[in-house]
DNA sequence: CTTTTATGTGAAGTATTTGTGAAAGAAAAA
DNA sequence: TTTTTCTTTCACAAATACTTCACATAAAAG
């Protein structure tokens, strides 16, 4: 179980590592943002805790951004009376909230409590039959052979995933994918959403229009 | 599942808002007791969330108020270390109460954990024999296999199924899912009825004419 | 029983939504 | 810079959905 730290504080992290070590959980830290990707991209992590006031890369830009493709829970530290709405791209689900100061001992609590709620961990890849998703290595496999997505046909396709069976408005693929300040339009979503199931070619439909709201990912074999 | 938000500042409704229609719910806001008490009484509400520290009528008064009449589940919030003995009219059975600042999260499933408790909570899907929808995916099933509906069909089975037992007028209907700027003919319902009917196959009869009315869902077997 | 009123329904016409290729605009790489 | 790749927009075709209408049918009223 390991947890990554992003704090720009050394003192903060260093509490934080002594009381998540005393805990069994090994931890990895980072500074900003931009240090937390790096980190991200190459080590598996399963939870993250996260301040939102940081130098480089803040802590909201950051969050948008792994939320695109991963699934990590993630903790969020505040100081009291930040703005609320920044908290945007917030999974309700899986994520949670604390303000500064904490105390140690209730964050504990919450990282214990998110770890047993997601249960089973954030997988590191998805298969379906031939469909394969290396997250970590951002790869796509069909039929053992890697295809080559942009990066808005990857994160698509993730969000898609992790969203098995669900009806996704254009709307909420905007706000998830291309973020709170995209003001483009919507259409732009069906194009990537072309070159994507061309991409997918024997999978391509897996991805149904619902007509009047958007597009669904299901592995479900009706007619 | 519509909630009311009582508050004062502006911020706090806005990050409730935001959350709450992730959600789906519907909200509603008022700024102070008075303005709460007004909305009470001209709209179905399932839910309050309130605020106890507030100008022109505060949060105990508007509690003691409403308790007298309703039975409205109500999560109050505070800020840390206010006496929580004044909370009279606070229902243990029914309410919850949250201290300021609080995590979007908890908050949520507070609501929802109160809605579910008094049995209103809206499922994410449906089921009656072998009717079956299922929400998050925009799908409908009849015996396992799926069907296909139009938008407008889906909107009213699903407004139907939600109101099972009462007679919706064409009115009613209209507004409710065609919009209040639809301006068109009423007899456009009768027709994706008469569509919907004919999707929902065996179990076309579920909606009943109500001559003068409008129409009625119901799963009763009469006649 | 006849008339009146309301609903059921097929079909035609209208409108909206989506798929798609191509071009323009941005960003990244060379 | 130039070249390449990716993203976004646009325009039009195709598919699908929505609305209206006219007449058939059924219920209520006289």
Sequence with gaps: MRLLIVDDEKLIRDVIKTYAETENYET????????????????????I?????MPKMDGMTFLEEIKKTQNIPVIILSARNEEYDKLKGFDLGTDDYLTKPFSPK??????????KRS????????????????YPGHAVYIDGKEIKLTLKEYELLCYFVTNENIA????????????????????????????????????????????????KFSVKENE
Excluded at 49 to 53: A, F, H, Q, R, T
Excluded at 106 to 115: N, P, Q, S
Excluded at 122 to 129: G, L, M, W
Excluded at 173 to 202: A, E, Q, S
């Design 119 to 134: 249960g089973k961990m954030t997988p590191d890849n998805y298969e379906y039959k031939g469909l394969k998703i290396d």
């Design 28 to 47: 990895v830290e980072a500074e900003n943002g931009l240090e937390a990707l790096e980190i991200i991209k190459n080590q598996k992590i399963d939870l």
């Design 168 to 215: 996704l408005s254009r709307n909420q693929l905007l706000n998830k994918i291309w973020g709170y300040d995209f003001f483009g339009d919507d259409r732009t979503i069906d194009t990537h959403v072309k070159m994507l199931r061309n991409n997918l070619g024997p999978y391509r439909n897996l991805i149904t229009t619902v007509r009047g709201v958007g597009y």
């Design 49 to 53: 805790v996260l301040d939102i006031m």
């Design 106 to 115: 209730e964050l504990l609590a919450r990282i214990k409590a998110i770890l």
